[in-house]
């Protein structure tokens, strides 16, 4: 499965931005999708997935602002970003992978993410 993020871009604080994961191939159904971001000078960081049946899972820091969800019949999964902070300035990517649990492992190769920039 190849991935691809985009609908990144410019967002003011307070604002909203979607992004969107368009994968390739006839798997993406049976599959669970992590979206990342990596801020300047940090690690690449998971903040939700969702998986296969479609139960999603956030880090606390994006819980009740993000939401994760999944379109199986366009094979695109979405991040639906509300009340941005400048701290959420990233490159976010997304992976297929599985979940152990509600942990998730990311597996594949990394396509190319999007850039969220959120000014203050």
């Known amino acids: 499965v190849q991935l691809q993020a985009s609908g990144g871009g410019l967002g003011q604080a307070g604002g909203s931005l979607r992004l969107s994961c368009a994968a390739s191939g006839n798997t993406f159904s049976k599959q669970s999708v992590g979206w990342y971001r990596q801020a300047p000078g940090e690690q690449r960081e998971l903040i939700a997935s969702i998986s296969s049946t479609s139960d999603t899972y956030y880090k606390d820091f994006v819980k009740g602002r993000f939401r994760i969800s999944r379109d199986n019949a366009k094979n695109t999964a979405y991040l639906q970003m509300n009340s941005l902070k400048p701290e959420d300035t990233a490159v976010y990517y997304c992976?297929?992978?599985?979940?152990?649990?509600?942990?998730?492992?990311?597996?594949?190769?990394w396509g190319q993410g999007t850039l969220v920039t959120v000014s203050s």
């Open positions: 992976n297929t992978g599985r979940h152990v649990g509600v942990d998730y492992y990311p597996s594949g190769s």
